[in-house]
């Protein structure tokens, strides 16, 4: 089993700055691929950005230029990060964190965190 804890939403204005984290502990060996999705009202869960453990990245086209994940490991603790730059409105949301391996054996999602920017 892997826990899930995120951090990090909020408020902010257009043009600001939000950083989302996500540690993961329990079963973090299992862990190959950490992602960051989104939810906004009346609208798909969708993929904002990805980081595998290879360190390889992807990022939806919405956000790439302005959002950056990372990854950092240590000792029992895996934490994802979300840098977020340049918010616009329309990246309001939910944001939800989901850990798994590479072939979904192991499919793990965080609480989510509401991000508002404001125009």
């Known amino acids: 089993q892997v826990q899930l804890v995120e951090s990090g939403g909020g408020l902010v204005q257009a043009g600001g700055s939000l950083r989302l984290s996500c540690a993961a502990t329990?079963?973090?060996?299992?862990?190959?691929?950490m992602e960051w999705y989104r939810q906004a009202p009346g609208k798909q869960r969708e993929l904002v950005a990805a980081i595998t453990s290879g360190g390889s990245t992807n990022y939806a086209p919405s956000v790439k230029g302005r959002f950056t994940i990372s990854r950092e490991r240590e000792n029992a603790k895996d934490t994802v990060y979300l840098q977020m730059n340049s918010l616009k409105p329309e990246d309001t949301a939910v944001y939800y964190c989901?850990?798994?391996?590479?072939?979904?054996?192991?499919?793990?999602w965080g609480q989510g965190t509401q991000v508002t920017v404001s125009s």
């Open positions: 989901n850990v798994r391996s590479y072939a979904y054996e192991y499919d793990y």
């Open positions: 329990g079963s973090i060996f299992s862990i190959n691929v």
